[in-house]
T-cell receptor, first 114, second 111 residues
Framework: DGGITQSPKYLFRKEGQNVTLSCEQNLNHDAMYWYRQDPGQGLRLIYY???????QKGDIAEGYSVSREKKESFPLTVTSAQKNPTAFYLC?????????????FGPGTRLTVL | QKEVEQDPGPLSVPEGAIVSLNCTYS??????FMWYRQYSRKGPELLMYTYSSGNKEDGRFTAQVDKSSKYISLFIRDSQPSDSATYLCAMSGGSNYKLTFGKGTLLTVNP
């Protein structure tokens, strides 16, 4: 089955710790995205990548970092610099960075900072 | 003014009702419009997309775009309890291919 997988489904972190969220896709999509979803806030773009070894900041990149070493993988690290990291994190992919490419989402990772 | 406005609801309807979900937008460069459905604690799934003004129908769902009014709608006919979810509008266009999302409308269809 083609799709996007995210792991873990639930993640708990102590304050001051960095954590890495995994995102893998087997859709052969070039573009990948990370969003954060908070209650009543909709989806906000953290980082996006158009091709391997390239990525750009989204609207709320502070306190986050990413890498894109492989086409199918786009891990997100939530650093201790992120002041309010508790949220639902969604990874998405699309065939390419044009306005006519639909984005497909993974199941999400719920991060809770204790 | 936010680029995309969507009434968060919640919206509660009886089974079989016709549901109308709406978004307004301010960026006239938006050309591509999508509706996503998101069940609780799940990732959004693409429901419908359209490039142009007018109506697009898919089963019980109809997407409507009015570019002159900067207004898009999603209609659900014969609503079912399984339609209970949050519905997100999204759009893109111009030189920016990123998607801009509405905040989502929470719909509950009561049996």
């Amino acid at each position: 089955d083609g799709g996007i997988t995210q792991s873990p489904k639930y993640l708990f972190r102590k304050e001051g710790q960095n954590v890495t969220l995994s995102c893998e896709q087997n859709l052969n999509h070039d573009a990948m995205y990370w969003y954060r979803q908070d209650p009543g806030q909709g989806l906000r773009l953290i980082y996006y990548s158009q091709i391997v070894n390239d990525f750009q900041k989204g609207d709320i990149a502070e306190g986050y970092s990413v890498s894109r070493e492989k086409k199918e993988s786009f891990p997100l690290t939530v650093t201790s610099a992120q002041k309010n990291p508790t949220a639902f994190y969604l990874c998405a992919s699309s065939t390419g960075p044009t306005i006519y490419n639909e984005q497909f989402f993974g199941p999400g990772t719920r991060l809770t900072v204790l | 003014q936010k680029e995309v406005e969507q009434d968060p609801g919640p919206l509660s309807v009886p089974e079989g009702a016709i549901v109308s979900l709406n978004c307004t937008y301010s960026n006239s460069a938006f050309q591509y419009f999508m509706w996503y459905r998101q069940y609780s604690r799940k990732g959004p799934e693409l429901l419908m997309y359209t490039y142009s003004s007018g109506n697009k129908e898919d089963g019980r769902f109809t997407a409507q775009v009015d570019k002159s009014s900067k207004y898009i709608s999603l209609f659900i006919r014969d609503s079912q309890p399984s339609d209970s979810a949050t519905y997100l509008c999204a759009m893109s266009g111009g030189s920016n291919y990123k998607l801009t999302f509405g905040k989502g409308t929470l719909l509950t269809v009561n049996p």
